[in-house]
């Protein structure tokens, strides 16, 4: 079984597409194995947003030649997608059937104390003395992905070494599961401790988050 550490850097927030999309495909045998990658930019239906310009800085102009991003398809064989806040780059991607592991989440709960958790500063915690060189390309689609992957094998060592993307997916499902409440007037409670008709008054709303709502079910 294989899978494929991804980024995408994308027109924006609202209603984004893609525009640059990189990954790089990893498989047990029986040691993590890097078997493939991937690096492309993609043409836009729509103008890259202003705040999207400011972090990835890639214009609209530079696009211009490229395919449209509707070209884009997955490699074959490819059972987990993994990212740093995944359900960003799989829903930017049109939510494909494929399982999800995501960084950010074990992040959060393998290193509880670390003030932020983001991919940067996962680098600064776990790669110190080289974090400046690997975050110079920040917000490059390969170059992050490229550092994903180093914060997913600090993970793996972690996590004790696991041989098998199955067991790697359900430590994910787990990490995923939020402890604290994320939002609200019992935001950052323990949900345990969050009140009794409290959860059944926000069970009762639509869209919750399915990984808060198996919290709130214990």
Same mark, same amino acid.
């Given at each position: 079984?294989?899978?494929?550490? @991804? ?8 209603? !984004? $597409?893609?525009?640059?999309? /990189?990954?790089?495909? %990893? $498989? ?8 493939? *990658? ?19 800085? @890639? ?15 997955? !490699? ?14 799989? *829903? ?5 059937? @494929?399982? %999800?592991?995501?960084?950010?989440? %074990? ?17 600064? %915690?776990?790669?110190? *003395? ?10 490059? /689609? ?12 600090? @993970?793996?060592?972690?996590? =004790? *070494? ?10 994910? $499902? ?9 939002? =609200? ?10 009140? /009794? ?17 198996? /919290?709130?079910?214990?």
């Amino acid at each position: 079984m294989s899978a494929i550490v @991804i980024d995408t850097e994308t027109t924006g927030f609202k209603d !984004p $597409e893609p525009i640059e999309i /990189a990954w790089i495909r %990893l $498989e047990f045998t029986p040691k993590l194995k890097v078997t493939g *990658s991937f690096n492309q930019r993609f043409k836009p239906s729509k103008a890259i947003e202003l705040g999207a310009l400011a972090t990835h800085h @890639i214009l609209d102009e530079d696009l211009v030649d490229c395919e449209s991003h509707t070209s884009f398809t997955f !490699p074959e064989a490819t059972e987990y997608l993994i990212g740093h806040n995944v359900d960003f780059d799989w *829903s930017v991607l049109g939510k494909p059937s @494929i399982k %999800l592991i995501d960084t950010l989440s %074990l992040a959060r709960k393998l290193w509880p104390t670390a003030d932020t958790h983001s991919l940067g500063a996962m680098t600064y %915690l776990l790669r110190r *003395s080289e974090a400046r060189v690997l975050l110079k390309e920040t917000h490059s /689609a390969l170059a992050d992905v490229k550092n994903c992957v180093r914060l997913l094998s600090s @993970i793996l060592a972690k996590l =004790g *070494s696991p041989t098998k993307w199955e067991d790697v997916w359900r430590y994910s $499902e787990d990490a995923r599961v939020p402890e604290l409440m994320p939002f =609200g007037k019992h935001k950052s409670m323990s949900i345990k401790d969050v009140p /009794a008709d409290y959860k059944r008054w926000l069970l009762g709303q639509p869209d919750v988050d399915p990984y808060l709502v198996k /919290a709130l079910r214990g």
